[in-house]
């Protein structure tokens, strides 16, 4: 029964290149995709990619369903674009909330396939002035992906001194 369900889908991956391949459930006796059924609770499938991402850029997974002919089951399809990008960056900084009066947190997403060994976040006076640096330790854990740091930044500076209301990058 679940190989039957498996040919209901047309799973398709197109590369940074323009190159788009249609990527089977198994080949070579070796799970490409893992089928997860739905359940009694949740009544959804999912639907797992076990492939790797070599090279950098923006991808496109696009899903169809088909009917026992093998026609396309409707005229919407399931279309999901991401980026892969394999150096360590980061990207989205900022804070939360902004503008802030007690404290706030920072947002940001880590890119890469590692987690930096050393991180510092310097807070600047639109002139440069570095007035606060956060170490990695104090920020707390990261991971690849969206983080919310368990960092409060209460709006003092290095001694513990309250900055005046204005503008810090």
């Known amino acids: 029964m679940r190989l039957l369900i498996r040919l209901f889908f047309g799973v398709y991956l197109t590369d940074p290149n323009g190159i788009q391949k249609k990527i089977p459930f198994e080949a070579n006796r070796q799970t490409i995709m893992l089928w997860i ?13 076990l492939g790797a991402f070599d090279i950098d850029g923006k991808y496109t997974f696009l899903v169809q369903g088909l009917d026992k002919s093998g026609n396309l089951s409707g005229d919407l399809e399931c279309r999901i674009q991401f980026e892969v990008i394999h150096e360590s960056t980061i990207t989205h900084m900022m804070n939360y909330p902004n503008p802030f009066s007690t404290s706030t947190h920072f ?16 807070i600047m006076t639109p002139t440069g ?5 956060i170490t990695q330790t104090e920020f707390g854990p990261m991971n690849i992906g969206r983080n919310i740091s368990e960092f409060v930044w ?9 900055l005046a209301n204005g503008v810090y990058l």
Do not use: H, W
Request: a negative charge.
């Open 154 to 162: 209460n709006g003092t500076d290095e001694f513990g001194d309250q």
């Open 37 to 49: 059924p739905a359940d009694a609770q949740n009544k959804r499938f999912k639907i797992t990619y």
């Open 107 to 122: 947002v940001f997403t880590l890119m890469g396939s590692e987690i930096p060994d050393d991180m510092i976040i310097q």
């Open 129 to 133: 002035k570095v007035v606060r640096e």
